[in-house]
Structures are given as structure tokens and as C-alpha cells.
């Protein structure tokens, strides 16, 4: 039977943790056909009653269609998981959270079974798969034609965002996109931390924080031009002498409210290292040079 434009494809789905749920669900719902695995039967057997095809081997669920996606715990579990599927002529899409090195091994280790690989980076938390108002996104690597082809209904969990042909990429854009995540959290975090002794309403301090953060995110495309650049003095506006001189008032005001430093103090010792350096009229750009230096 040839396949219609309103056919759906089938996708073979491994893992069904709350990510993986989540994105089964979606599928489901979009009308999909589901095939299902999960090393624990019952969460397959929960999806099974909601339409989707739960096999009771990896083998058979990798079988059952040509796009197959892996949701599981970490890298090891993929290859341990897969170890006895024939992936030949198959299209691994890796959802699983891994690192630029595991990525690219992953995709060499797919293409020597006989698979084209996708590798994935998930930018959302279950609540927000399905759900396209939420925001949440999937970044992809690898090649181009394999992810154009399978687009729309990667697309139907949540947004996709391409980041280019090495299959390192989206892990890469993931763990620097957490990263600076866990940065803005332990900047709030000292914040609130400044405050909690004192009768100041974290609530009524919160939307001042979002407020404050949101008008300080676009910086990064300063940051990011003067680096395509190499003129870290260019569009400077508070330089990195200025800024130095200020750090004492904010190890205080810690010290008086019996707040530790430890969050502020290690980037305030790189802002003071490339002030050295004769940075002075640069911003904060050069201190990603010195993250960049290996120890001798």
C-alpha cells in the first residue's frame, strides 16, 4: 500500500520514563502509530491501553518501523539496550541526554550496525511536551537530509531546532545551554540568599529578580559579536576595571548578611585575573579565554 500525504509515520519508541511518556503521549494523540518498549512491561502495557503497540523485546519493537527513538537513562543503557536489534536500514533519533564525545562515538556505532543517526537534546521538562505554547524545544545534529525527512513528526512533541551536520552538536548546545541555566540559578540564588534575614517578601522580591534578569539576558549578543570579532573593547559600556573595583561592595554586603561568597567569588577571581592581564578596557568577554586555558 503506497503511503498518503495524511498517513502518519510509525515510530518505535524506547524508554518510558516521564520524557519518554511525555513524548509517547504526543504521538499518540497526533495520531501516530506507536510501537512501545520499556524494560519495566507496565508503563508499556499503561500506553497500550491508550493505542499504542507494546512490544515485550527491544528487538521486536526496533523491527516494527523504520524510525526508531531512544529515550533511556544515559549512554550506556543505549548501547546495552540496542546490543541485540538489527538497526540495519534504520533511523536512530537518541533523545538521550549524553556528551558531545558519547554523541559522536554513538553515531559512529550506529553507522557501523547500519543505522543513520539524529542525536537529540531535549530543552524541556515533561509538563511541556505536547504542549506548543509551553516553549520547549528539541535541538538535533547530523545529517541534514535525515532530519528534513523525519521533521514534522519530530516536530510534534515539541519544537526542533537543527544545529548542524556533526552529530556532537546538539549534545554540545545542550550542556551549554544548562549550563548557563545553573549559572542565572546560582546568581538568584545568592541573591535570595542576601535577603532571607531580612523582612523583605521573596515574592514581592522575585518579579524585581525575572525583571532584572530578562534585561540582562540580551548582553550575550554582545558577547557573542565580540568574539566572532576579536575586539573585546568594542561597544563596552561598564569596563572590566570598573566593574573589579566595584566586586568589594558585593563580598561585603555578603558578609554582613552572613552569606557565604562561594558563588560569586571564583567569577570575581577570573574577573581579577584578566584585569591583570591588562584587560581593563574590555567587559567580561575575556574571562571565557581564561575558562579556556588548560592548567600547566
Given at each position: 500500500?503506497?503511503?498518503?500525504?495524511?498517513?502518519?509515520?510509525?515510530?518505535?519508541?524506547?524508554?518510558?520514563?516521564?520524557?519518554?511518556?511525555?513524548?509517547?503521549?504526543?504521538?499518540?494523540?497526533?495520531?501516530?502509530?506507536?510501537?512501545?518498549?520499556?524494560?519495566?512491561?507496565?508503563?508499556?502495557?499503561?500506553?497500550?491501553?491508550?493505542?499504542?503497540?507494546?512490544?515485550?523485546?527491544?528487538?521486536?519493537?526496533?523491527?516494527?518501523?523504520?524510525?526508531?527513538?531512544?529515550?533511556?537513562?544515559?549512554?550506556?543503557?543505549?548501547?546495552?539496550?540496542?546490543?541485540?536489534?538489527?538497526?540495519?536500514?534504520?533511523?536512530?533519533?537518541?533523545?538521550?541526554?549524553?556528551?558531545?564525545?558519547?554523541?559522536?562515538?554513538?553515531?559512529?556505532?550506529?553507522?557501523?550496525?547500519?543505522?543513520?543517526?539524529?542525536?537529540?537534546?531535549?530543552?524541556?521538562?515533561?509538563?511541556?511536551?505536547?504542549?506548543?505554547?509551553?516553549?520547549?524545544?528539541?535541538?538535533y545534529s547530523g545529517a541534514r537530509d535525515l532530519f528534513e525527512q523525519?521533521?514534522?513528526?519530530?516536530?510534534?512533541?515539541?519544537?526542533?531546532?537543527?544545529?548542524?551536520?556533526?552529530?556532537?552538536?546538539?549534545?554540545?548546545?545542550?550542556?551549554?545551554?544548562?549550563?548557563?541555566?545553573?549559572?542565572?540559578?546560582?546568581?538568584?540564588?545568592?541573591?535570595?540568599?542576601?535577603i532571607r534575614r531580612e523582612d523583605v517578601d521573596p515574592t514581592a522580591?522575585?518579579?524585581?529578580?525575572?525583571?532584572?534578569?530578562?534585561?540582562?539576558?540580551?548582553?550575550?549578543?554582545?558577547?557573542?559579536?565580540?568574539?566572532?570579532?576579536?575586539?573585546?573593547?568594542?561597544?563596552?559600556?561598564?569596563?572590566?576595571?570598573?566593574?573589579?573595583?566595584?566586586?568589594?561592595?558585593?563580598?561585603?554586603?555578603?558578609?554582613?548578611?552572613?552569606?557565604?561568597?562561594?558563588?560569586?567569588?571564583?567569577?570575581?577571581?577570573?574577573?581579577?585575573?584578566?584585569?591583570?592581564?591588562?584587560?581593563?578596557?574590555?567587559?567580561?568577554?575575556?574571562?571565557?579565554?581564561?575558562?579556556?586555558?588548560?592548567?600547566?
Amino acid at each position: 500500500m503506497t503511503r498518503t500525504d495524511t498517513e502518519k509515520t510509525p515510530v518505535t519508541l524506547l524508554g518510558l520514563g516521564a520524557m519518554g511518556t511525555a513524548l509517547a503521549r504526543a504521538w499518540l494523540t497526533a495520531g501516530h502509530p506507536l510501537t512501545v518498549w520499556n524494560r519495566t512491561p507496565s508503563r508499556a502495557h499503561a500506553l497500550a491501553a491508550e493505542g499504542a503497540r507494546a512490544t515485550e523485546s527491544v528487538p521486536a519493537a526496533v523491527a516494527a518501523n523504520t524510525l526508531v527513538v531512544v529515550c533511556l537513562l544515559d549512554d550506556a543503557s543505549v548501547e546495552d539496550t540496542l546490543a541485540g536489534a538489527d538497526l540495519t536500514g534504520k533511523d536512530v533519533v537518541n533523545l538521550t541526554t549524553c556528551t558531545p564525545a558519547q554523541a559522536r562515538a554513538r553515531a559512529a556505532w550506529a553507522a557501523e550496525r547500519g543505522a543513520r543517526y539524529l542525536d537529540g537534546g531535549i530543552m524541556a521538562v515533561p509538563p511541556m511536551i505536547g504542549v506548543p505554547e509551553a516553549g520547549g524545544y528539541v535541538l538535533y545534529s547530523g545529517a541534514r537530509d535525515l532530519f528534513e525527512q523525519h521533521r514534522d513528526t519530530l516536530a510534534v512533541p515539541a519544537g526542533t531546532t537543527y544545529v548542524g551536520e556533526n552529530p556532537s552538536h546538539a549534545a554540545l548546545h545542550d550542556v551549554a545551554l544548562l549550563s548557563a541555566m545553573y549559572g542565572m540559578f546560582a546568581g538568584a540564588a545568592h541573591a535570595f540568599a542576601l535577603i532571607r534575614r531580612e523582612d523583605v517578601d521573596p515574592t514581592a522580591f522575585a518579579p524585581l529578580l525575572a525583571d532584572w534578569l530578562t534585561a540582562m539576558a540580551p548582553a550575550v549578543h554582545g558577547t557573542a559579536e565580540q568574539l566572532r570579532g576579536g575586539d573585546y573593547t568594542k561597544g563596552v559600556t561598564s569596563t572590566l576595571a570598573m566593574q573589579v573595583a566595584g566586586t568589594p561592595t558585593f563580598l561585603d554586603t555578603a558578609d554582613e548578611q552572613g552569606v557565604s561568597p562561594e558563588l560569586l567569588a571564583p567569577f570575581f577571581a577570573l574577573m581579577r585575573r584578566r584585569l591583570a592581564e591588562g584587560g581593563g578596557e574590555e567587559d567580561l568577554t575575556g574571562v571565557i579565554d581564561l575558562l579556556l586555558r588548560r592548567p600547566e
